[in-house]
Nanobody, 118 residues
Framework: QVQLQESGPGLVKPSQTLSLTCTVS??????????WHWVRQPPGKGLEWMGH???????YYSPSLKSRTSISRDTSKNHVTLQLSSVTPEDTAVYYC??????????WGQGTQVTVSS
């Protein structure tokens, strides 16, 4: 059974870069046809897709966040990293790491709260 665990600082100052890690256990991030997504949910709002990195290592980003987002991976550690630059209070949200297979999200991390505040 695959498990995803997000980790990172819970508080980030405006204009700084937010960096989160998704550590995957019970499965490899390079397994064919899996995609590893970052999704966030601001308080009182719906889920927002941010981007993903494919089993091949190719990333793809939401057009609205593309200029500030970078998703990478470390295959030796079996984890996926999200970086979001120039954060503002509007980036305050619960951030989730999610696995997709065959167009379905089939595994979620528990989520990690990130607050942007000075």
């Amino acid at each position: 059974q695959v498990q995803l665990q997000e980790s990172g600082p819970g508080l980030v100052k405006p204009s700084q870069t937010l960096s989160l890690t998704c550590t995957v256990s019970g499965g490899s991030i390079t397994t064919n046809y899996y995609f590893w997504h970052w999704v966030r949910q601001p308080p009182g709002k719906g889920l927002e897709w941010m981007g993903h990195i494919a089993y091949s290592g190719s990333p793809y980003y939401s057009p609205s966040l593309k200029s500030r987002t970078s998703i990478s991976r470390d295959t030796s550690k079996n984890h996926v990293t999200l970086q979001l630059s120039s954060v503002t209070p509007e980036d305050t949200a619960v951030y989730y790491c999610v696995r997709e297979q065959a167009y379905a999200y089939d595994a979620w991390g528990q989520g990690t709260q990130v607050t942007v505040s000075s």
